[in-house]
Structures are given as C-alpha cells and as structure tokens.
T-cell receptor, first 113, second 115 residues
Framework: SQQGEEDPQALSIQEGENATMNCSYKTSINNLQWYRQNSGRGLVHLILIRSNEREKHSGRLRVTLDTSKKSSSLLITASRAADTASYFC?????????????FGRGTQLTVWP | EAQVTQNPRYLITVTGKKLTVTCSQN?????MSWYRQDPGLGLRQIYY???????DKGDVPEGYKVSRKEKRNFPLILESPSPNQTSLYFCASSPPPGQGAREQYFGPGTRLTVT
C-alpha cells in the first residue's frame, strides 16, 4: 500500500504542552499535506509542504519533511483543548496519477484542560 | 460561502436497494473525489474526477459508480449496496494539480448503513 502511516495512533497531553505527530510514507512524493478531523466531521486542510521544502510554519503548527527518510512531522505548540481531533497526513505521489491522494490512518490527539 | 455539500447526511438502507449520494461544490473546482472512512483503515479513495466527463478509479472502486456531467456535481452511486459498504463517505474538491496549492476541501460526510 502507498498509504502514509501516522505515529503514534493516539496521543494524550495536557493543555499547554506540545504535540508531535509523525508520518512515514513509501514512495517519492510531490507534496505532503496534513489534515485535521473533528469527530465524525469532514477533514480540514492544515498545511501543505512540497517535496523541495524542509520546514513550514503556520501559526502554532510546524511541519517538517525529510524526503531521505520519507517522513514528516507535525508539531502543535502550546496545545489547547480545542486541538483535540484526529490528524491525518496525505501524500501525492510523484510517480502516480495526479489525481491520487493517499491518506494515513491518523493520530487521535486528546488535549486535556 | 465556499463549500462542498453532500446529501443525505445520514442514510440507512437495505441490501440491494440502489442509492445515490450527491456531492456539489461552488468553488469552480475541476478536481473532485470520493473517499470512504472506516475505523482502523483511515480514508481510502473510491473514485476521482479530474474534470467533466473524466473519472478514474481510486483504491476501492468495487461496488461504486460515479458520473461527472457538470463541473459542480459528482454523485456517488451504489447500484446494489451491501453491508460491507456501511461506512462514512466524504466528497472532496480541489483546484487541478497544476494550479498552486492543491489542498482538498471536504464535505461534511454521509454516514451510510446497509442492513
């Protein structure tokens, strides 16, 4: 499967702590995206990092990409209870049809007040 | 408001009874896609469409059909639903791959139960 894999499957932290989630993938990619999903709802795009980028920031989010290790990390700083959600990485493979997007199984983040 | 809408949001049906889940977007996006989400399996792509009259299979197309007669609509058709198609379905759209950022905009989901 070309699916990305998030790690850990579940993460539980206190408000104010940082949360780090990792994503590993198998093939060469054009870009990698992170999405957030509140329980039972649609996914919301958080950030996109291209294969020639190593790090990207958006507010409290920091994403890194290491193409040599085929991995990415999503860091949420100073977490809040409202950050509780599932987080998914998605890859658009360089060699496959442009329309294919592969999602991982997600990390369930719980932030306790 | 820019959005992707799906209908119905919830559906309980019986095996073999044909159904259609509609998807519509108002962002003039060329690309649209359908996913199903199952516990422990994440999101899997069913079908996608790069433009009107252009559709392609994703990872799990068996048992599904799609059509793209208009840019804004991308219905998902289950000709003969079976219990293993019980799932949470999402429609998504995005600008075509060649135009800047290509994040996908997701609909709110359709929870389908086939008994």
């Amino acid at each position: 499967s070309q699916q990305g894999e998030e790690d850990p499957q579940a993460l539980s932290i206190q408000e104010g702590e940082n949360a780090t989630m990792n994503c590993s993938y198998k093939t060469s990619i054009n870009n990698l995206q992170w999405y957030r999903q509140n329980s039972g709802r649609g996914l919301v795009h958080l950030i996109l990092i291209r294969s020639n980028e190593r790090e990207k920031h958006s507010g409290r989010l920091r994403v890194t990409l290491d193409t040599s290790k085929k991995s990415s990390s999503l860091l949420i700083t100073a977490s809040r209870a409202a950050d509780t959600a599932s987080y998914f990485c998605a890859t658009r493979d360089r060699g496959s049809t442009l329309g294919r997007l592969y999602f991982g199984r997600g990390t369930q983040l719980t932030v306790w007040p | 408001e820019a959005q992707v809408t799906q209908n119905p949001r919830y559906l309980i049906t019986v095996t073999g009874k044909k159904l259609t889940v509609t998807c519509s977007q108002n962002m003039n996006h060329e690309y649209m896609s359908w996913y199903r989400q199952d516990p422990g399996l994440g999101l899997r792509q069913i079908y996608y469409s790069m433009n009107v009259e252009v559709t392609d299979k994703g990872d799990v197309p068996e048992g599904y059909k799609v059509s793209r007669k208009e840019k804004r609509n991308f219905p998902l058709i289950l000709e003969s639903p079976s219990p293993n198609q019980t799932s949470l379905y999402f429609c998504a759209s995005s600008p075509p791959p060649g135009q800047g950022a290509r994040e996908q905009y997701f609909g709110p989901g359709t929870r389908l139960t086939v008994t």
